[in-house]
């Protein structure tokens, strides 16, 4: 990937995010914080893109990223960190995979079909598994804080 | 707590319940649902609370301390994402259990919340636009396919609140209005405002696609939510699918005549 192409996909996963919370009706106020987590998961999607061919290890790095600035971001404004995690992971979100993957079955292709079905599974792997690894260790810091709930199940 | 004699459990636990029903209807993950409602149980006194939710349904077994038991389920029919309303509705159970207050005054304002008028959406509709814009630059489009998104975006989502208003069949309404925008691509195509066909069409998908939820359905699988990230996977392969046949249709139908 080029520089020129890196430099195109941070600004259009910007703007991409911009468009999104506006979509998802985020607090106007926030908006702009939310945006700057898409463009810099975006930059750190191209770095991960040029450390490995992987796609699970593109994916899961940008996650990892998006999840902490999310839930750092959403201690400073005092609020929950699922939209900030909503919009900073949307750019990166494998909507066109899976929906290649659906034409592909339907037009009976189903050499693409496999190869996109299996990228498909292996990017959501990668965000969801990045997602949840920040989640954990977050819980295990706030263990003590909400132990008595935790532990009447 | 001086308030105790005045709490009805069985409306606190409708209260509960309620908020939990509309923190789904704007898209939270079930694990954050099922913590708020046992939270709130929790800050009313009970000693035990035993809730069971995927995306559709919800359950809850909530015990008083003097052993007396309470049930009440909740269905759950349609949900989208609103990050502003799960924002407040997260800090109304967090007002909620910092401070238990009156059943009758938390629920005003749950209802406050609910049935906050939202003018007509223009932001909303600005939002597709320039989402759709961004994304056909994202995949490789040049500017003019980005334009041609831009545009396309509009009619998507006018098709799509004005359909989803008459209560149709949400599969068949995707299915239209993707091949309408597929239509359009090559109808731009053709005159000359536009160069991918494809390109044009990825920006408008990007906007439809389940792709979140898909993500969140990973999500609550790894949480050990399996049943409700399986029931939210197979819905987002469902709609793709939809999504996918709808853009078929001008995708076909063009290729056949060589546009």
């Known amino acids: 990937m080029d520089i020129k192409q890196a430099i195109i996909?941070?600004?259009?996963?910007?703007?991409?995010?911009?468009?999104?919370?506006?979509?998802?009706?985020?607090?106007?106020?926030?908006?702009?914080?939310?945006?700057?987590?898409?463009?810099?998961?975006?930059?750190?999607?191209?770095v991960a893109f040029n450390f490995s061919e992987k796609s699970f290890f593109q994916n899961l790095f940008p996650a990892l990223f998006a999840t902490a600035y999310s839930e750092i971001l959403a201690r400073l404004t005092k609020s929950p960190s699922t939209p900030y995690i909503a919009i900073s992971i949307i750019p990166l979100v494998p909507g066109s995979k899976l929906y290649y993957t659906?034409?592909?079955?339907?037009?009976?292709?189903?050499?693409?079909f496999k190869e996109y079905f299996l990228e498909t599974l292996r990017i959501a792997g990668g965000l969801g598994v990045g997602i949840i690894l920040v989640s954990v260790i977050i819980r295990e810091i706030n263990y003590h804080k909400f132990k008595h709930i935790y532990d009447m199940e | 707590m001086n308030t105790e004699t005045k709490i009805d459990n069985e409306e606190m636990l409708s209260l509960a319940m309620d908020i939990g029903k509309s923190m789904i209807k704007c898209g939270a993950e079930i694990n954050r649902v099922e913590e708020t409602v046992i939270r709130i149980c929790y800050a009313y006194g009970m000693k035990q609370t035993d809730i069971f939710s995927v995306i559709s349904m919800m359950f809850a077994t909530t015990v008083d301390e003097n052993g007396k038991t309470y049930t009440q389920t909740r269905r759950v029919?349609?949900?989208?994402?609103?990050?502003?309303?799960?924002?407040?509705l997260n800090s109304l159970s967090r007002k909620i259990c910092a401070s238990p207050c009156d059943i009758e005054e938390a629920r005003k304002e749950l209802d406050e919340i609910n049935y906050e008028k939202t003018p007509f959406h223009v932001t909303a509709l600005l939002g597709n636009m320039i989402a759709a814009g961004a994304f056909a630059i994202f995949f490789g489009g040049t500017i003019l396919d980005s334009a041609a998104s831009f545009l396309i975006a509009v009619v998507v989502?006018?098709?799509?609140?004005?359909?989803?208003?008459?209560g149709m069949n949400k599969l068949f309404y995707t299915a239209l209005s993707s091949a309408v925008a597929g239509t359009l691509a090559f109808v731009f195509v053709k005159i000359g405002f536009g160069n991918n066909p494809d390109l044009i069409m990825i920006g408008d998908i990007m906007l439809i696609i389940p792709g979140l939820m898909l993500i969140n359905s990973v999500?609550?699988?790894?949480?050990?939510?399996?049943?409700?990230?399986?029931?939210?996977?197979?819905?987002?392969?469902?709609?793709?699918?939809?999504?996918?046949c709808g853009f078929a249709v001008p995708i076909l139908f063009f290729g056949r005549l060589g546009w």
């Open chain 1, 9 to 46: 996909i941070v600004l259009s996963g910007f703007v991409g995010s911009i468009g999104f919370s506006l979509l998802f009706r985020m607090n106007k106020q926030k908006i702009i914080f939310a945006a700057i987590g898409g463009g810099l998961t975006c930059l750190v999607y191209v």
């Open chain 2, 77 to 88: 029919m349609s949900y989208s994402n609103n990050l502003a309303r799960l924002e407040k």
């Open chain 2, 157 to 166: 989502y006018l098709m799509n609140t004005m359909i989803k208003a008459r």
């Open chain 1, 102 to 112: 659906m034409y592909y079955l339907i037009t009976d292709n189903d050499l693409a």
């Open chain 2, 219 to 244: 999500r609550e699988m790894l949480c050990g939510d399996v049943m409700s990230g399986l029931l939210r996977l197979l819905e987002a392969i469902i709609i793709a699918a939809s999504i996918a």
